[in-house]
Every structure is written in structure tokens, then in C-alpha cells.
């Protein structure tokens, strides 16, 4: 008896310890939530790393296509931008008469809030060119083998300055009601149009082109957004639409900053994305 009532009363004494110890470890998490709800804002706080501050976003790019195509002309470029985190719209350019296709483009900067690159091939230069007007978060221009007109002038009659063009002669007239349309005769795109771009590919755009209205060909242009706002134009050295020699000198008339493109066609953003995109990023890194 002596020796068993001290071993009954070690196990007695060790069964109490775990139950007191038990009760500790529940009160302990138990209290656990309760604190960590009382201050949720200071623990995330010192959790956030004390350098991070928010980044910049990057300028809306609006990109506006030309006569004979459509906003796929810029797939390829609109794929690299979005790469580098810029917001792209492509608009649909009506292609119907420059002072309502300016308008409708400038109906879309109204509803862009932050900073905007606005980009414009062939008759699309025209129409950014009237369309920026007014518009304080358009901070660059960029022409694309484009048009950038002085006031008064009209497409027609910068071609009819400076000899070269194989556009004239390649147009084909259908008639539509109010007005003309023109398209590019598909035996002649590739030639005129798209040069350096693959056969295959060419005869699509062909297909696929969209028409401009004649008129829109020859309506003059407004006071130009150029004059006050900074631009970027980037020459298609082989082109046969506009001539290389109009282009190098509305940019140089417009204080452009210019990359000629010895080798490229009308269709530069086709058949050169890379340098077309390297242009409108060089536009937004030196206006943010």
C-alpha cells in the first residue's frame, strides 16, 4: 500500500498539469483571433513594403486607320503595345467626309479621362490632324506614312504636288446614294499599296478594304492640331500612295520628329509593326 499511493498520486499529479496546460494552449488561440481582429489595419500596414509607391499609367493610345482598310491594319501593332501595358482603342474611322470623320473621332477623346497618344495612317492623318484640336490630354501625334495637312489643304491636292503616286490612276468609282466611293482596283493594291507585304496576305486586304467616300478626298482641312501639339512621323520610304518626298515634307513643315523607312510601303504598320511601334512609344516616353 505504502508503495503504490505515491505512484496513484504522480499520475494523478501529471493528469492535472495536461489538463491545465490544454486549458492554457485553448485560452491562448482562442485569444489569437480576437486580437487579430482588433487590428487588422496596423498588421497589414507594416506588412506592405515601405518603398512601394504607385506606378504611373500609361498614356490611351487611339490608333485611326486610312482609306481602304480597316482597324485590323493595326492588329499587329495594337498585339505589341498591349505587351507593354499601354491601353489600345482602335477606331472605326467612318471614311465618309473629313469634317464628320474628325468629329467622330473627336466624339471619342472626349470619353478617354487620362493622357492620350493619337495615331493616324494615311488619310487617318487627315483626320487626327483635325481631330486633336481642342483636345488638352492629347499630348502627341504620330503620322504613319500618313497626311498632315496645313489649313485649306486636302488630300488631292498634296498628291497632285508631288509627282509620284500610283493612287490616282489605281481607283476604282462606285457610286453609292449622295456620293462616290473609292476603292483601290485589287489587281493594283499590292503594287500601290502594300509592296513589302506577303502576296497572300495583300490579296486579303484587297478584298477586305473598306472604301472612301471621293469627297472626303477633297474636303479641306482645318486649323491643324500639329501646330500645337508635338508630333512623330514615320515615312514609308517605298510608298506609292503618298510619295516619300510629301511626307518628309509635311514632317518637316510640322517640327516632327522623323524615322524614314527606306524600304517600307504604304502599308508600313503591316508590314513593319515593330518600328511602327517603336515610333508611338518613343511619342508617349517623351510626353508622360
Do not use: C
Not at 75 to 94: C, F, K, M, T
Not at 110 to 122: K, R
Amino acid at each position: 500500500m505504502a508503495g503504490t499511493e505515491p505512484a496513484r498520486f504522480r499520475e494523478g499529479g501529471r493528469h492535472r498539469r495536461k489538463l491545465m496546460l490544454s486549458a492554457m494552449v485553448a485560452g491562448t488561440l482562442l485569444a489569437v483571433p480576437a486580437l487579430s481582429a482588433a487590428t487588422p489595419a496596423a498588421n497589414t500596414a507594416d506588412a506592405a513594403p515601405a518603398s512601394a509607391t504607385p506606378s504611373t499609367p500609361k498614356p490611351t493610345v487611339v490608333l485611326v486607320h486610312g482609306a481602304f482598310a480597316d482597324s485590323s491594319s493595326w492588329d499587329a501593332v495594337i498585339s505589341r503595345l498591349e505587351r507593354q501595358g499601354y491601353p489600345v482603342i482602335g477606331v472605326a474611322n467612318p471614311l465618309r467626309g473629313l469634317a464628320g470623320d474628325s468629329a467622330y473621332v473627336s466624339s471619342v477623346l472626349d470619353t478617354i479621362p487620362g493622357p492620350v497618344i493619337l495615331a493616324g495612317h494615311s488619310y487617318g492623318g487627315a483626320v487626327i490632324t483635325d481631330a486633336a484640336t481642342g483636345h488638352a490630354n492629347v499630348k502627341a501625334l504620330v503620322y504613319i506614312a500618313a497626311f498632315a495637312p496645313d489649313q485649306g489643304e486636302t488630300g488631292l491636292s498634296i498628291l497632285g504636288r508631288y509627282p509620284g503616286s500610283q493612287l490616282p490612276p489605281a481607283l476604282t468609282v462606285r457610286a453609292f446614294p449622295g456620293g462616290q466611293d473609292a476603292y483601290v482596283d485589287p489587281a493594283d493594291f499590292r503594287q500601290v499599296f502594300a509592296a513589302d507585304v506577303p502576296a497572300g496576305k495583300a490579296r486579303l486586304m484587297a478584298a477586305g478594304q473598306r472604301p472612301v467616300a471621293l469627297a472626303a478626298l477633297a474636303e479641306p482641312s482645318s486649323t491643324p492640331a500639329w501646330k500645337t501639339i508635338p508630333s512623330w512621323f514615320l515615312v514609308a520610304g517605298a510608298d506609292h500612295a503618298i510619295p516619300p518626298a510629301a511626307e518628309e515634307a509635311m514632317a518637316l513643315r510640322a517640327g516632327s520628329h522623323t524615322k524614314v523607312l527606306d524600304d517600307a510601303s504604304h502599308a508600313v504598320l503591316v508590314s513593319h509593326p515593330d518600328a511602327t511601334t517603336h515610333v508611338i512609344e518613343a511619342a508617349a516616353r517623351a510626353t508622360s
